[in-house]
């Protein structure tokens, strides 16, 4: 069965309690004006086997949601067309109702989600939209973003936070046009690190140009990603951050404050004989060798076997004068999961602790 909308906007809403259901699958098809795009909102799933599939009228997929799905508040959906197919199927026939709903509306496509560019002292920030570490980025994006150098200037490039699914996303950056003929840098090349890129001027391809960042998002389907913010610092001749070796910076020169927010380390604490690590996340003076401090607390990152039970995980910390960890505030929780950004394959038990005594056993 299908039924077919037309108009600038609506609310869908259909609820049947039966209990014996001869339908177990239809179609709903969404159609606003041409050169508009479908935006659908408030959605709700209101009995468990129910599932919402929508897709584009190119076949794309915009996003499958079901009652208990992990996400507390389904995302809103941008189409890239002017159509939208929404197809209700039952997860099991026959002994449940139908209950759903959800709105939409006629929308240019300049309100779809689009990357951030944002300009500071420290330099310009390119970013996904509203990003602050805790929330997931939006589904649905295809999003460009244009930085200009300067001709007398050279750039440095540091990925500061790097959250997003590789397997259902696309973060590219072209070098001299929006096109995928320019030069290309796949950003995700230095996963495991702080990717840092520093592009000097003085070697003649990159004198006065343009950077283009590219992020497709298609949607999740299971994990809590938030997204990425990159910093882009410009550098006149006279002031050019200085590389000493593959991973030593020189953190003496008047002008260090300049490039410093690209580094992990605090190079007035950590800089010794004129240079400094990329990156420290191992070296803190007031913790101790292998601790890091955060958020005034410091933690120790074991790398152990791939699978691990809590009360061995527990009991590697007692070994080494520590408990695991329980992160209490929003601060806490933003600065531990920048932390662990830079590293691959981890697994994290948060905020878990041995029951007392006293409460009752099942």
């Not at 140009?209 to 809590?224: A, W």
């Not at 990329?278 to 890091?292: A, I």
């Not at 910390?317 to 950004?341: I, K, Q, W």
Request: hydrophobic fraction near 40%; aromatic fraction near 14%; glycine fraction near 6%.
């Amino acid at each position: 069965r299908q039924l077919h909308f037309f108009a600038y906007a609506g609310f869908v809403s259909h609820t049947n309690n039966d209990q014996i259901l001869n339908l177990n699958k239809c179609q709903i098809n969404l159609h606003v004006p041409p050169a508009f795009v479908v935006w659908i909102r408030d959605v709700q799933i209101l009995i468990k086997t129910v599932n919402l599939i929508f897709i584009d009228d190119n076949g794309r997929d915009l996003g499958s949601y079901t009652y208990n799905d992990y996400r507390p508040e389904l995302p809103d959906i941008y189409s890239f067309s002017s159509s939208v197919n929404v197809r209700i199927e039952l997860a099991r026939r026959g002994f449940w109702g139908l209950s759903f709903q959800f709105r939409f509306s006629a929308v240019s496509p300049s309100v779809r989600p689009q990357l951030e560019v944002v300009s500071s002292p420290a330099g310009v920030y390119v970013q996904t939209p509203g990003w602050n570490g805790r929330d997931i980025y939006p589904d649905n994006m295809d999003s460009w973003a244009r930085v200009d150098i300067s001709a007398d200037h050279s750039v440095m490039i540091t990925i500061l936070e790097l959250s997003v699914n590789f397997d259902r996303a696309v973060f590219d950056m072209y070098i001299g046009g929006k096109s995928t003929t320019a030069i290309n840098l796949v950003l995700r090349a230095n996963w495991g690190t702080t990717p840092h890129f520093f592009f000097d001027r003085r070697a003649g391809w990159m004198n006065g140009t343009s950077l283009h960042v590219h992020f497709v998002s298609i949607p999740l389907i299971f994990g809590q990603f938030t997204g990425f913010q990159m910093l882009f610092s410009f550098h006149n001749d006279t002031a050019l951050p200085k590389q000493l070796s593959v991973s030593k910076w020189n953190c003496s020169v008047p002008y260090w404050d300049d490039f410093r927010r690209h580094f992990q380390c605090d190079f007035k604490q950590d800089c010794v004989n004129g240079e400094d690590e990329r990156d420290c996340l191992y070296k803190n003076h007031t913790c101790g060798e292998g601790w890091v401090l955060l958020e005034g607390k410091c933690y120790l990152y074991v790398r152990g076997k791939q699978h691990v039970t809590w009360n061995d995980a527990s009991a590697a910390c007692h070994e080494r004068g520590g408990y695991l960890a329980s992160l209490n505030t929003p601060d806490e929780y933003v600065a531990v999961m920048r932390f662990l950004a830079a590293l691959t394959d981890v697994a994290v038990y948060v905020g878990l602790r041995s029951p007392s005594p006293s409460l009752p056993r099942k």
